[in-house]
């Protein structure tokens, strides 16, 4: 008895611990937050440096990847299952959005077929979110 009691209390604290471990304080999320920021900035700025579809690409994937950090962010600030459907969300609409954009280096059948396939995975991910968040 005592030993289950002895383990039932370290495995409690073990949690505790972690619990407090990851928790975030007002000014790491800034500094985060500040980060990401830049980041996207220099992202961006490397951009400038490339010309017509490859800078639109290039513009696409830094959004998308500035917009997916945000939302990781606030998925580790404030975990919540709101904030982790938000983090999918932002996922797949940067896939979407850099996937739609490649296809505009292309014509004809080649460039609806682009279009289609990547509507046809968007829908796929957010059905697949729908699916995840229906088993909460």
Do not use: R, W
């Not at 990851?22 to 790491?28: I, L, P, Q, V, W």
């Not at 980060?35 to 690409?57: E, F, G, M, P, R």
């Not at 292309?106 to 046809?120: T, V």
Request: charged content about 35%.
């Amino acid at each position: 008895m005592k030993k289950t009691a002895l383990t039932l209390a370290l495995a409690t604290g073990c949690l505790f611990g972690a619990v407090q471990a990851s928790a975030m304080t007002k000014d790491e999320y800034k500094a985060e937050k500040d980060k990401i920021s830049a980041q996207y900035k220099a992202d961006k700025a490397q951009c400038d440096t490339l010309k017509d579809n490859a800078k639109d690409v290039c513009e696409k994937e830094a959004k998308g990847k500035e917009n997916i950090a945000k939302a990781e962010l606030e998925q580790s600030y404030k975990p919540s299952n709101s904030h982790a459907k938000k983090v999918a969300e932002a996922k797949a609409d940067a896939a979407y959005d850099v996937a739609k954009e490649k296809c505009d280096d292309m014509s004809g059948d080649a460039k609806n077929a682009c279009q289609s396939q990547a509507k046809a995975d968007h829908e796929k991910a957010k059905a697949d979110m729908k699916a995840m968040t229906a088993k909460k």
